[in-house]
């Protein structure tokens, strides 16, 4: 029956994922270092002389910027003296595709569950680091404001992608991708479960 191997999964999926959840929260530092590494490294072309540096502080982002007020107030750029604008995000909100994919695979009847997970972990990965670099530029360009916008040349159109950057990778792609990733990875267990989805997922060649 279709319903029984969907109802274990749904029941697997219910079981798996305060687990992973669980994993996923005390392990935030190291999974998200080298998130972290990644997206600094990417900024720092994107953006240059706009971040002094990007680092982890448990599951904190800390985000220290070369940006910093002068005796008037006013946000300039570089800095006087160690009067950095700095800012504490939190990454978590949304790194946890990680547990919901984790919680998905294993639930997932397969022979093949270890390299699936694998997989999974390293197709998720460019998602969390277009969060992550979204989440650095729209703190950026709205905290820091006018400075770090004339400094980059951003332009107001530029300055609304950037927004929407960041309301994509925040709300949108972090319960996508998981589910576009585990389709992809486990085309027979869908199958299985609905074969009309066959010549969908396994499309044949015609031959002319």
Known sequence: MIQQPLHRFMLGVIVFFPLTFFVWYISATFHLAPITLITGKLL????PDALMWLRLDGHTLVLASNFGHDLNGAVISPPIGDDAL?????????SYSLPLLAALILATPSQHKAQNLLWGL???LPTEVFS????????????????????QGISAPLADFIALGYQVGTLLLPMIAPLIIWVALNRAFLTQ????????LNPQPHND
Request: hydrophobic share 50%.
């Open 86 to 94: 700095g800012f504490h995000l939190n990454p978590l909100i949304y």
């Open 44 to 47: 720092s072309v994107l953006i």
């Open 132 to 151: 992550m670099t979204f989440s650095v530029l729209k703190t950026l360009t709205f905290d820091v404001g006018v400075a770090f916008q004339t400094q």
């Open 193 to 200: 479960l609905a074969p009309q989805l066959e010549h969908t």
């Open 122 to 124: 390293l197709l998720i």
